[in-house]
């Protein structure tokens, strides 16, 4: 809703949480821009949070310089009643908007091709994003080729902590009589968390830290000695899929369709790392 109301003109910025893609799955479906900040970034105080380890508030804007005054209006430092701020870096001292329209002379940019070439990756989206990598490198950043991990398994391993966390906070706050007035796809989630045992949580957390290891490897230290400083992958593997006759009606889960568009949205929650989803392109005139 959010994203539709950005793209459709009726209001120039608006927020949403994400814990595995849910600003950034609608922002590229939308063709608007979508920030997933630095978990911490902004105090998620006053607000009922479905997945505590994963979610974060975040901004859906038309462009970066809207987003830029967004986020700084709303990270303006750490927040006392919420923890999770008190070790957030602050913001560039010239301002996030000045900090927006430095060149990229200097900016390393990892691109993973074998998984564009993959199927997760639609090939029009895939070309796409090609594309806008070439025309970094025009203007000047350093495009890397890199090996990232396997999204497929950052999925399940999102799904899992999404599940058991989401499951819980949902039955804290509104109970079980609240489950029918869901949709088809929460009301998944809320069947699935009755079955997640506390093992499966907890193998769930192991594997997140080797992912976020994995990430930091390719993203640390600062500096010249760092892989890369940007990494590029799709916010969603497609464009806006079809709503097929009936689903309005009673609501419908497509695993295949889920599995593209939230399949490369999950590592960012996972490490806790910003990302953004940025309009590149259209297919069949959709957004990419």
Not at 179 to 202: C, F, K, N, T, W
Not at 207 to 228: F, I, K, S, T
Request: with cysteine; hydrophobic share 50%; net charge negative.
């Amino acid at each position: 809703g959010s994203a539709c109301a950005v793209a459709a003109e009726l209001v120039p910025l608006a927020l949403g949480t994400d814990a595995g893609g849910s600003i950034r799955t609608p922002a590229s479906l939308c063709g608007v821009v979508g920030l997933k900040p630095t978990f911490g970034r902004i105090a998620r105080t006053g607000w009922r949070v479905l997945c505590h380890s994963l979610d974060t508030v975040g901004t859906l804007a038309h462009d970066c310089a809207d987003t830029a005054l967004l986020l700084a209006a709303l990270a303006p430092g750490p927040d006392p009643r919420d923890d999770d701020t008190w070790d957030g870096p602050p913001l560039p001292a010239s301002g996030a908007t000045a900090a927006a329209q430095r060149p990229i002379d200097d900016l390393r940019i990892g691109i993973d091709r074998k998984l564009l070439a993959g199927p997760l990756v639609e090939p029009a989206v895939a070309a796409a994003i090609k594309r806008a990598v070439a025309r970094l490198a025009q203007l000047g950043a350093a495009v890397r080729e890199v090996e990232l991990p396997d999204p497929d398994v950052v999925r399940l391993i999102g799904l899992v902590i999404l599940g058991a966390e989401g499951g819980s906070a949902f039955h804290h706050h509104f109970g079980a009589a609240a489950i029918p007035a869901l949709g088809a796809d929460l009301q998944l989630l809320m069947a699935a968390s009755r079955h997640m045992l506390a093992g499966d949580y907890l193998h769930a957390l192991r594997l997140r830290a080797d992912v976020r290891a994995a990430y930091l490897e390719l993203l640390r230290p600062p500096g010249p000695d760092a892989d890369c400083d940007v990494l590029v992958m799709p916010a969603a593997g497609c464009v806006a899929p079809a709503i097929q006759p009936g689903d309005l009606g009673h609501g419908v889960v497509d695993d295949a369709v889920t599995r593209l568009l939230v399949s490369h949205t999950f590592a960012s929650n996972l490490t806790g790392l910003p990302a953004l989803a940025l309009p590149c392109g259209y297919a069949d005139a959709l957004p990419i």
